[in-house]
């Protein structure tokens, strides 16, 4: 990364940006081109591929190489959590861990880095909480109220055939 930030040196001198600052402009600003290319993808496959990639990309880019980590360790205790308790202490440990998670790295932050100007892992990772909780909300809610399709409807039929294999996946 020290590459980058001596490459971009000029610029940041030049705007008056902090080199982050201007990286997570940059970065911004090329979510457009890269979702074009995305857009333009043949199949769902290639798309999940590439959004993860150029995903990871940007956050490393962004934040450092370690960023990732994060919201990766988070998502995967989460996920894990949401697979194998029952949906009514899933969502308790889910809300509890990924906000636990997020306040102790808000925490650290102010003790390491009191007042200080520079992005860090803890943007992104707000936004995984806020994702994870969710994911955690719409599962309980699920549980307790089912959709139970229509028999005369077959529209519903294949929305909870659809549905169904969703969930599967997750």
């Not at 936004?127 to 399709?149: G, R, Y």
Request: hydrophobic share 50%; glycine share 4%.
């Amino acid at each position: 990364m020290e590459v980058i930030d001596y490459v971009l040196q000029p610029l940041v001198d030049a705007l008056g940006f902090l080199v982050d600052q201007l990286k997570f402009v940059l970065s911004m600003l090329l979510a457009y081109p890269l979702a074009y290319v995305w857009r333009r993808l043949p199949s769902p496959a290639a798309k999940h591929f590439y959004s993860v990639v150029t995903g990871l990309s940007l956050l490393i880019f962004c934040l450092g190489p370690i960023a990732w980590a994060h919201s990766f360790i988070t998502s995967v205790i989460t996920y894990i959590a949401l697979r194998t308790l029952p949906s009514r202490y899933a969502l308790r440990f889910a809300f509890v861990f990924a906000f636990g998670y997020l306040s102790a790295s808000h925490i650290y932050r102010t003790l390491t880095d009191y007042m200080g100007r520079t992005l860090d892992f803890t943007g992104s990772l707000m936004i995984v909480t806020l994702k994870l909780i969710s994911v955690a909300f719409n599962l309980k809610e699920n549980d307790e109220h089912p959709i139970i399709p229509c028999p005369d409807n077959e529209k519903d039929t294949i929305e909870r055939e659809k549905i169904e294999a969703r969930a599967k996946m997750i």
